[in-house]
């Protein structure tokens, strides 16, 4: 069975940069693409990003296109998140999430049922 646990979540004025951090324990994660998501409140969850499983190709929501970079690090176990030019609409608790399909390929998944494990959440707040 695999966690998934986020961190790096806080607080943060608008303009500023954060790096979120989702380290995969209790087995090995190289074979799976992983997404990232988000959730405001009242909101419905949504996609933010995605990376394959080699780390080759990201795929990114245009809401975040050219201020989000995803990236892996196979051997930590762990995928990152970095945000930078942070708006008060980047406002939300963050989710990191494993395909549910192995080796699945180089296609992004935007739908939460696609993956079917999921971290804690890790909440980012940017101030205006």
């Known amino acids: 069975q695999v966690q998934l646990v986020e961190s790096g979540g806080g607080l943060v004025q608008a303009g500023g940069s954060l790096r979120l951090s989702c380290a995969a324990h209790?087995?090995?994660?190289?074979?799976?693409?992983m997404g990232w998501f988000r959730q405001a409140p009242g909101k419905e969850r949504e996609w933010v990003g995605a990376?394959?499983?080699?780390?080759?190709?990201?795929d990114y929501d245009d809401s975040v296109k050219g201020r989000f970079t995803i990236s892996r690090d196979i051997a930590k176990n762990t995928v990152y998140l970095q945000m930078d030019s942070l708006k008060p609409e980047d406002t939300a608790v963050y989710y990191c999430?494993?395909?549910?399909?192995?080796?699945?390929?180089?296609?992004?998944?935007?739908?939460?049922?696609?993956?079917?494990?999921w971290g804690q959440g890790t909440q980012v707040t940017v101030s205006s």
């Open positions: 209790g087995r090995a994660f190289s074979g799976y693409n």
């Open positions: 990376i394959t499983a080699s780390g080759m190709r990201t």
């Open positions: 999430a494993m395909d549910r399909i192995f080796k699945r390929g180089p296609i992004a998944i935007t739908i939460p049922m696609g993956y079917d494990v």
